[in-house]
C-alpha cells in the first residue's frame, strides 16, 4: 500500500512495510530499515528506535489527512457565489451612474403603455428602472 503524503514543502511517497505494516520510505525494498536489520541478525541501535518512533509519527499523521472528496463541489458553489457577488457589485456600480433624469426617461420609453406588442418584458425593465429609482 502506498500514500501520497502532502506537506508545505513537497509531496512524500510512503509505502508500508511488509513485515511491521509500519509506514516507511518510498523504496525498491518490501521492508522498512530496521525490520531488515532485524532479518539479518543486526542488533538495534539508538538510531533504529528513533526510526520507529518516526514510522508511528508518520502513521498517526496519515490517519489525520482529511477528507477531500466533496471539497470540488464546495470550490464550484463557492465560485458561483463569488460570480453572483460580482454581478451584483456591477449593478450596484451601474444604479449609482446613472442620471435621475434619463432613468425617468428611460422609464416613460420602456413603459408597457408605450410598447403594447411586448408588454411582458417592457413591464418587467419598467419595474427594474422603478426599483433603481426608488434605492
Known sequence: MKYSFLSEVS?????????CSWPMELSSFNLC????KSNQGYQHIKSDLKYK???????????DV???????????????????????????RCQQNIDPQL???????????????REKEATH?????????EK
Open 11 to 19: 509531496i512524500m511517497n510512503i509505502q508500508i512495510c511488509k513485515q
Open 33 to 36: 530499515w530496521t525490520c531488515w
Open 53 to 63: 518512533k518516526l514510522q508511528k509519527v508518520i502513521h498517526s499523521l496519515l490517519q
Open 66 to 92: 482529511p477528507d477531500t472528496n466533496g471539497l470540488n463541489d464546495e470550490i464550484h458553489n463557492l465560485n458561483i457565489q463569488i460570480l453572483q457577488l460580482k454581478m451584483e457589485i456591477l449593478n450596484l
Open 103 to 117: 432613468l425617468n426617461k428611460l422609464i416613460r420609453f420602456c413603459h408597457p403603455d408605450k410598447n403594447p406588442n
Open 125 to 133: 425593465i419598467t419595474q427594474n428602472l422603478l426599483n433603481m429609482r
